[in-house]
């Protein structure tokens, strides 16, 4: 692995972030007038220039990149990010402690919107803008944006955006790669703009919020610049409509709208099991929410169908926006937001969790162990939606899983061992895996993760990465094997 043709692109991806703290940088000088310049000017400064140099001091005879320099560039590239993200929270005395303002910038990358900042409202609104454009980047990914402004990295490219892409299997929806990233983007564009547009055009809201809450919702990060989150628009059912819809939209394999709307394929998209079991999670989830609380809560049918499909949305597509203060619903209602905080989205989709497509092939894989204890000589392929599924993917679906429980375990029992009850540790490490945000107890949704310790801080930030890339890309870097030059 050559050390040289990764820094030499962590120095492009590093001029790629400079380049976009521009945005809250003119908002702050040109709009909001907030005082907040320099927070931008300096990691500008930093990184812009910086990361051009580095680029182009170093040179590179070969112009692939290797699987094994893919994982450590996309790894890096994401660490890098967020350490010159976070500059603006502390030059601007938003988050004084470094640790805080690295866990923020992490949680909006990774789009987890977890939180340690305990009075929201009153930042600075180019900082707060900052805040909620970093997990807008992060919900289609860095470098996928990296790959499909710069094409020239050849084979390499496909390293890359296999290393990012959520997923079991990267999907190419073009011959080439770049042109696959720049499909993908272009769809989330659009996505994004319909939901701005609806929102202020349509909903009256201010231009701020409006797109404050396109930021959060598209990447499924949950951030907002309001103390309340959407419970601020709660009487506004047009307002939640379309949130809830477009975070359901968000949770969908984005591949499938491709094919629906470039190929006109529509039964793609209806026809495919796994969005088949999204969507059928979601109804009966939301049900059972509604009915219990309607039964226990004491709430009017309607305002429990309304708080029940915004917040089952919301926790299935990994958003983290709330409505109400859903840790002070009945215990089935909490349970099933936990479960949903696992299991996650679908596949290809910005959202996070375990995803549905692996939870769906884990189930069949049980099920044909259990076949095979009374009938040995069974041979029973794996199927998904009538396609055979390799039993090299089905291998790497079921150890990813096991890496997933065992993420949750280990973190459960560290943040224990921080002095968290275990309603807290157990939720707040779902949370952060699983790209939720909020989570129960003195995680809820309208409480903050200021009060964890420092290195609960940190070790919460490595698990949104792994969470984020999957296990395996920054796992692969903690292998001593991988670090052998050849």
């Known amino acids: 692995m050559s050390i040289r ?33 320099f927070s931008f000017i300096i990691p500008i400064v930093i990184a812009l220039p910086g990361g051009l140099a580095l680029f182009r001091l170093i040179s590179q005879k070969e112009r692939s990149i290797s699987r094994r320099e893919g994982l450590a560039l996309v790894t890096c590239a994401w660490l890098a990010g967020s350490l010159v993200g976070a500059l603006p929270y502390v030059i601007s005395g938003t988050l004084p402690s470094y640790v805080d303002a ?62 990012e892409m959520p997923g079991p299997q990267p999907e190419r929806l073009r011959a ?57 628009y709660v009487d506004n059912p047009f307002v939640t409509t379309v949130v809830t819809v477009f975070m359901l939209a968000a949770g969908v394999n984005f591949a499938l709208y491709f094919y629906a709307i470039r190929r006109r394929r529509l039964g793609t998209l209806v026809g495919n099991p796994e969005f088949r079991l999204y969507v059928g999670i979601f109804a009966v989830s939301a049900g059972a929410v509604t009915l219990d609380l309607v039964r226990r809560a004491g709430m009017s049918v309607g305002e429990a169908l309304q708080h029940a499909t915004f917040q089952v949305a919301s926790i299935q597509t990994t958003t983290g926006f709330a409505t109400a203060d859903f840790d002070l619903w009945p215990s089935l209602s909490r349970g099933l937001l ?108 309208v409480q903050h993760y200021a009060f964890i310790p420092g290195v609960g801080k940190i070790a919460l930030s490595f698990l949104m990465l792994v969470g984020r890339l999957e296990f395996v890309t920054v796992m692969a870097l903690v292998s001593w094997s991988f670090w052998r030059w050849r």
């Open 176 to 232: 080439r790669v770049a042109d696959t990233a720049r499909a993908l983007w272009l769809l989330y564009v659009g996505f994004s703009l319909v939901e701005f547009l609806l929102l202020w055009a349509v909903a009256g809201m201010p231009f701020y919020d409006a797109m404050n809450i396109m930021f959060g919702t598209m990447p499924t990060g949950g951030f907002l610049h309001l103390s309340e989150s959407l419970g601020a």
């Open 338 to 445: 936990v479960v949903l905080m696992v299991i996650g989205a679908s596949a290809g989709s910005t959202g996070g969790g375990l995803k549905v497509v692996r939870l769906l092939v884990v189930f069949k894989y049980a099920f044909r162990q259990v076949v095979a204890a009374f009938s040995p000589r069974s041979v029973m392929p794996m199927k998904i939606g009538g396609e055979t599924v390799a039993e090299q993917t089905v291998s790497a679906i079921a150890g990813l899983a096991l890496l997933y429980a065992l993420a949750l375990v280990g973190g459960f029992l560290f943040m224990s061992a921080l002095g968290l009850d275990a309603v807290t540790a157990f939720s707040a490490v779902a949370a952060t895996v699983g790209n939720v945000g909020p989570g129960l107890g003195a995680v809820g949704p």
């Open 5 to 37: 043709i990764v820094l030499k692109y962590l120095g492009l991806v590093l001029a790629i972030v400079g380049a976009l703290l521009s945005f809250p940088l003119f908002w702050s000088v040109a709009i909001a007038h907030d005082g907040a310049h």
């Open 102 to 163: 690295f866990f923020e910038t992490m949680s909006g990358f990774t789009t987890t919107g977890a939180t340690v900042l305990t009075s929201i409202g009153h930042q600075p609104p180019s900082i707060l803008l900052w805040r909620n454009f970093s997990q807008w980047i992060g919900g289609m990914g860095i470098i996928t944006f990296f790959v499909a402004l710069f094409p020239m990295l050849g084979i390499g490219a496909a390293r890359l955006f296999e290393a």
